[in-house]
Structures are given as C-alpha cells and as structure tokens.
C-alpha cells in the first residue's frame, strides 16, 4: 500500500500502517473501533459526519476516492470498506476524544449502577 499524499510505501507500525514521509497514518476499518474502545474502557459508536473539503484521496487498498468526513473535532478521509487515514497528529487528537464515543447506554433513565442496585 501506498500513502495517498506522498505515494511512498506504507510500512506496518503496530495495528496502523504509517508514511514515514509526511507521519500520516493508515488504519484500517476493522482496527479503529478496537482501538477508541481500548482507550474509551468502553464500546464506541462513530459519530461519521460529513465534511466538506477541497482534495479527493485514493484509498491505500482500493485506490477509490475516499469521502472527507469528521469524527469528533477531527476531519479524515475515510474508504468505508477499508479504513480511514489520519494525517500526522490527527489519530493522537482523536484518540484523545474516544471517551466521547462511548456507546449510548439501552436504558438512559438508569445508570448500570441503579440497575444493579434492584438485583441485588
């Protein structure tokens, strides 16, 4: 693979793969949640908004355009089969808002805590 910005080979880093030119990062589709929910101690749901931008990226695995969306406060361009790819910096800022993802809990009008407390 391929990064989208600087064409150069994309080499493994742990579960991203990164340009070791412009520190972007590739990760793929089956990754992200694990990811944001290891760092949220809880499940995540992703909030993709759309996001306008002026540049069309290929994705690494595919080479379609991906879409420019935001999650979170972060925009990102995202193969929704594949993954998505950070620019340098951005998977640190959005990992920084994975708490923020947590998934929305079934029952809003009782916390896990109250729930509990009937069972017991």
Not at 29 to 41: G, H, I, K
Not at 61 to 71: D, F, G, H, I, N
């Amino acid at each position: 693979m391929d990064c989208p910005i600087c064409k150069k080979p994309l080499a493994l880093a742990g579960r991203t793969h990164k340009c070791g030119t412009c520190d972007g990062a590739w990760v793929r589709s089956d990754v992200l949640v694990p990811l944001l929910e290891e760092r949220a101690s809880a499940l995540v749901e992703l909030p993709w908004q759309p996001n306008r931008e002026d540049h069309v990226r290929p994705c690494p695995e595919c080479q379609a355009s991906m879409q420019t969306v935001k999650l979170g406060s972060v925009a990102l361009d995202r193969c929704e089969t594949h993954g998505v790819w950070f620019d340098a910096h951005e998977l640190a800022a959005l990992i920084k808002q994975a708490k923020a993802f947590r998934a929305e809990d079934k029952h809003p009008h009782h916390s896990l805590s109250q729930r509990l407390a009937k069972i017991f």
